[in-house]
């Protein structure tokens, strides 16, 4: 089985060589938990390694988008002219005006990503977030069959999928509608706790599944800062915990 590289600090090493081409991954976690700047990374490792990459963005407009990436040093513009990227998407309220004044049906909405995968012959798409992009649609069995119907499509045309998901900040749940972890083949979940003695944020990163592929397990540590994300071996001896 060939993987590809995350481009995220340690996760490589966490999941014994990255993740199995093809496959789709759900990048859950809480408000501020880093799951954007994830995302990125692992376009912007595609990218660095020759391959056309999709971000979809229901998160933020295009430009804050590049503009809050670029003080990290990923420089996603540069790409986008050389047509080796395309950024879609925008403001949720926007896109769904679009949409309903359109009558557009969430396979319509499928077939216009399919023809932007194809056009820039993508290897690697970023959803972010699945749960906003599922929002576009209002019945949960409409937004079911779409997330399937859209994660079957893109991996029928050689797409290794990286889909973020929101989830509330006090819960167990590993996705907001509860069916989006069983549909994809591997999740990994980001935590931030924020620590009042200390008065700081603490992120953890943990694989809860990953599909025809070994991984380590448990909970490790990780930082973002302005040179992007890294994650620490899971050790409480570490200089992370002092």
């Avoid at 929002?135 to 079957?152: G, P, T, V």
Wanted: net charge negative; proline share 2%; with cysteine.
């Amino acid at each position: 089985m060939n993987k590809i590289a995350v481009g995220v600090k340690g996760v490589d090493d966490i999941l014994m060589g990255g993740i199995p081409e093809g496959k789709s991954i759900l990048l859950s976690g809480n408000c501020g938990a880093g799951k954007t700047v994830f995302a990125s990374h692992f376009i912007m490792e595609g990218l660095k390694n020759k391959e056309t990459a999709v971000y979809i963005s229901l998160e933020q407009d295009k430009q804050n988008l590049i503009s809050d990436l670029e003080e990290m040093g990923i420089m996603w513009d540069h790409y986008e002219k050389k047509n080796k990227l395309r950024i879609i998407g925008g403001n949720l309220a926007y896109v769904r005006m679009l949409k309903d004044k359109r009558k557009a049906h969430f396979e319509d909405v499928i077939q216009e990503i399919k023809a932007v995968v194809i056009e820039l012959g993508a290897k690697r798409v970023a959803i972010d977030s699945i749960n906003l992009f599922l929002q576009l649609f209002d019945d949960i069995s409409e937004q079911r069959n779409c997330f399937a119907q859209l994660n079957y499509e893109l991996q029928q045309l050689g797409c290794t999928i990286l889909y973020t998901c929101e989830i509330p900040e006090i819960s167990q749940k590993l996705s907001w509608y509860g069916f989006e972890e069983f549909v994809v083949d591997g999740v990994l979940l980001l935590r931030r706790n924020y620590e009042k003695e200390l008065n700081m944020n603490k992120r953890f990163l943990e694989v809860i599944k990953m599909r025809g592929t070994d991984y380590k397990e448990g909970t490790f540590p990780f930082r973002i800062t302005k040179e992007g994300m890294e994650v620490y071996k899971n050790d409480p001896s570490s200089e992370f915990f002092h």
